[in-house]
């Protein structure tokens, strides 16, 4: 399979690229930040010599960068698999967050997976097959205190998920939400909360590389992710 994952220069998806490069596939991924993705890409390609892995810079916050970014992947051929990663995480609560918040959020936690599914869609149709994974969260199921402007994105892209869903089953195409609990990523560092007391984000890959790997006639519509003693 080829595999296309945002926001893949560490964390959650850089774990998702490590797994699905482990299990024989190759792996095109994206990031804004220069240093930490080319890093990776070096990282990844000494692992897995025999994968076909290449890397392209792109602030998905920008819709001609995720068009960019799209083109760029369909030069390199048509994914079979889709990870809409790349996103961002503001605390705040809607009566006093700054004004940007939502528009800064809505940009990259919905938009970019919003013109990158679309841009690639065409192509994906074409071939009669596919899987997109959408990474929600679990602020995508109930609200939180703090919650602000992120929650409302996330309750988006929950919505995107599903619609997507009920509109590609005629061209053989899956969508998958990923509602996460706590994970442990850049988001958690300097909190306090021990590592042991939330998911890593191998977890998470390795749930997302067995979806990825059903027959055509099974999908999993949602993967919820909590920490085994709950969320925090």
Not at 61 to 85: C, H, I, R, S, Y
Not at 130 to 158: E, V
Request: charged residues 20%; aromatic residues 8%; hydrophobic residues 45%.
């Amino acid at each position: 399979m080829k595999v296309v994952i945002t926001g893949a220069s560490k964390g959650i998806g850089k774990a998702i690229a490590n797994g699905f490069a482990a299990a024989g596939h190759d792996v095109w991924i994206c990031s804004r930040g220069e240093y930490s993705l080319y890093q990776t890409l070096g990282e990844l390609q000494t692992l897995f010599p025999e994968r076909n892995i290449a890397a392209q810079v792109a602030d998905l916050q920008k819709k001609e960068a995720v068009e960019a970014f799209a083109q760029w992947v369909l030069t390199q051929g048509v994914p079979d698999v889709v990870v809409n990663n790349a996103g961002l995480f503001i605390q705040g609560n809607i009566s006093d967050e700054p004004a940007d918040n939502l528009q800064k959020l809505m940009e990259i936690n919905l938009y970019s997976a919003y013109h990158l599914t679309r841009a690639l869609l065409p192509s994906m149709k074409a071939q009669g097959r596919g899987h997109i994974f959408n990474m929600c969260s679990i602020a995508s199921l109930r609200a939180y205190p703090h919650g602000g402007s992120y929650g409302i994105t996330k309750y988006a892209l929950a919505g995107f998920s599903a619609n997507l869903r009920e509109e590609l089953k005629p061209f053989g195409i899956k969508v998958t939400g990923v509602f996460l609990g706590a994970t442990m990523s850049d988001s958690w560092e300097g909190s306090g909360v021990q590592p042991e007391r939330i998911m890593q984000a191998d977890d998470v890959a390795k749930m997302i590389v067995a979806a990825a790997q059903l027959s055509p006639a099974a999908v999993v519509e949602d993967i919820i992710m909590r920490p085994q003693l709950g969320d925090l």
